[in-house]
């Protein structure tokens, strides 16, 4: 029989302390090779601190993660890991495509980087500073930045957050011809329409744990909607 495919990420038991304050308490969870997973979870839950754990960006007080069944951080992983984080406030001052020039530098066999913004609509502002950038013009750099080096698994922290309805179908699309072609893809992301349409396995986070898994029509099977399912199982900082 053959092996099943290992998980292209695994997260056991993770602890962090920041600042003396517990940001994730024992949170486990999985995202399948070739599969959209979507982490959802209120402002401050720790998604933001688990992506950061998954790239090596953050040493866990406790627990494990393997990525594409390695440590997180070390060359191979980085190599074939993609990240567009929330925000970038170091790229200042260089223009979009030297940018995405310089990062597809770093990798061996990068996308074609007139092909890459083409396809998100870039090339009207390749040219300007980045700190110019509208916020749905930087997010469209950022997420360029994750795929330049065509990742095996890219995780991504609120993708479409600030991009208008035209740019995030077109997100949207770009995301399912990932999974399509066996990229595994990890999202965060407060908008419940954005987990239904995209997720194959959905994961709520709050105050630094699960709250509830599975596929929407599991999490939705007693008619609720995904945002009610959200609402009931988390907690708000306000209210
Ligand atoms: N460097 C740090 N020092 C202290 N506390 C931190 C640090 N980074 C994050 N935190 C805290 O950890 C908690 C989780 O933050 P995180 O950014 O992971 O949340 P999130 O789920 O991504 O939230 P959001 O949806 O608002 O982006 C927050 O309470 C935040 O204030």
Redesign the pocket.
Known sequence: MPSPTPSALEVRDLTVR??G?P?LDGLSLTARTGALTALL?P???????LLRCCTGLVTPDGGAVQVLGRAPGSPEVTAAVGLMP?STGAWSGIRAGELLNYLASLYAHPLDVPALIARLGIGSYARTPYRRLSGGQQQAVNLAGALVGRPELVFLDEPTAGMDPHARRATWDLLRELRSAGVSVVL?T?AMDEAAALADQVWMIDRGRVAASGTVAELTADGESLESVFLARTHGVLG
């Open positions: 920041l600042g304050t940001v979870g402002n401050g839950a720790g998604k933001t601190t929330q965060t407060h």
